[in-house]
Structure formats: C-alpha cells, structure tokens
C-alpha cells in the first residue's frame, strides 16, 4: 500500500515549451503534497507544498509563476514548468503525506534542448 | 534556513565491511528520518526516528536519534552490493512537517 504515481518517469522538451509532471496517491488520499528539484549528485530541495483545494507554499527563492502546482483532488497534484530552459532541467520528485509518513514518487528526469 | 549537515560525502568500502554515516543540525528536529536513492529513483524510507535517544535496527541498518535532537547516525552492517546507492538523513521539526534533507553520502562498494 502506500503508492505514489508519478508521470512522465522522463520527458525531453524544447525550451519555451510548458510541461506537467503528474503525482498521484493511488490507495489512500493526500492533501498534502510535496515538489522536491533534485540537481545530479545533489540533494533534494524543496520547491513548494501543495495542499489540496487551496494555493501552494513556495519555498524561498522558487518562482510560482514558472512552477505551477495545482492540487485539485486528494489524489492528484500537478507541477507544470512553464517556459522551460535548459537551465530548469532537472530531476523532480514528488511527495505525499499520509497517515504514519510520507511516499515518495520515483521522479521525473526534465531535460530541456 | 535549516540546514543538515551530513558525512561523510562518498564512501568507498570492502563487501563485508561495516558503514557509519552522520548527520548534525545546528537547530533542533522532532523526526529523524534516513533514506536511500537508487539512481533515478525517489527515495525510499529506511528508518524513522521520533525521539531523543532513540535506538532503531532494521535488518542491518541501524540508527539513533541524538539526545541533543541535533544529530543522527545510521550504520549498517556486512555490507552487500545492494547497499550501493545514496543515503539523505532528513529532518522535521514537527510530525506532519515538511521534511528537510541532507546532502548524501554516496556508498560505493569496490569489488
């Protein structure tokens, strides 16, 4: 139990072009959800919480206008990189919050040309 | 900001050998928790700690919670080549809190 979705596993777009990750709690409902960026070989930073039904928290220093989250129903949160460039290339993961913790997604590899 | 500070940053060790890592914080946490990364994986849960002096096995894993509420350590034992990956320590202030990470230690195992 306990499972988190997360779609596209890796997605290649051109820069100026927008992208959505999608997380899904698929066997318990969150309404808390978690965006992490994660650069290689480096840690993972939070970008924002997402609570369901209201607007996210952005962390200092992340743009809200150009990470977009929106969190609609208990089961789903969507992170869309508007106007990406190569330098928001990057691994992201998502999070929810359940009863006992929290899940991980298996993130996201957005790469940018 | 808070921040965790974690070592060592690489690890290069014999199959067989015992591993430590650490993780200090210059302000207090609530929740210690250690994960593992599997390259382009999320991170998996390992051990949760919830209080001060806390001593949690799981198989070969083994971590405490500091007493200080500052710092964690996580060994694990007779490593094996499934060990290989990355291991955050993260922290929370409060239970539901979100959850703030370290920076890793990579385990490498040499052949």
């Known amino acids: 139990g306990a499972v988190v979705s997360q779609h596209p596993s890796r997605v290649i777009c051109k820069s100026g072009t927008s992208v959505k990750i999608e997380c899904r709690s698929l066997d318990f409902q969150a309404t808390t959800m978690f965006w992490y960026r994660q650069f290689p070989k480096k840690s993972l930073m939070l970008m924002a919480t997402?609570?369901?039904?209201?607007?996210?928290?952005?962390e200092q220093g992340v743009e809200k206008d150009k990470f977009l989250i929106n969190h609609a129903s208990l089961t789903l949160s969507t992170l869309t990189v508007t106007s990406a460039h190569p330098e928001d290339s990057s691994f992201y993961i998502c999070?929810?919050?359940?009863?006992?913790?929290?899940?991980f997604g298996s993130g996201t590899r957005l790469t940018v040309v | 900001g808070q921040q965790l500070n974690q070592s060592p940053q690489s690890m290069f060790i014999q199959e067989g050998e015992d591993v430590s890592m650490n993780c200090t914080s210059s302000?207090?946490?609530?929740?210690w928790l250690w994960y593992k990364q599997d390259p382009g994986e999320g991170p998996v849960l390992l051990i949760a700690?919830?209080?001060?002096?806390e001593l949690t096995s799981n198989g070969r894993l083994t971590a405490q919670f500091g007493i200080t509420r500052k710092d964690s350590f996580l060994n694990i034992s007779a490593s094996i080549p499934s060990d290989v990956g990355i291991y955050f320590c993260?922290?929370?202030?409060?239970?539901?809190?979100?959850?703030?990470f370290g920076k890793g230690t990579r385990l490498h195992i040499l052949p």
């Open positions: 993260a922290g929370q202030v409060e239970r539901d809190d979100k959850i703030i």
């Open positions: 302000s207090i946490f609530n929740t």
């Open positions: 999070s929810a919050r359940r009863t006992g913790g929290y899940t």
């Open positions: 997402s609570n369901e039904g209201s607007k996210a928290t952005y």
């Open positions: 700690l919830y209080k001060a002096g």
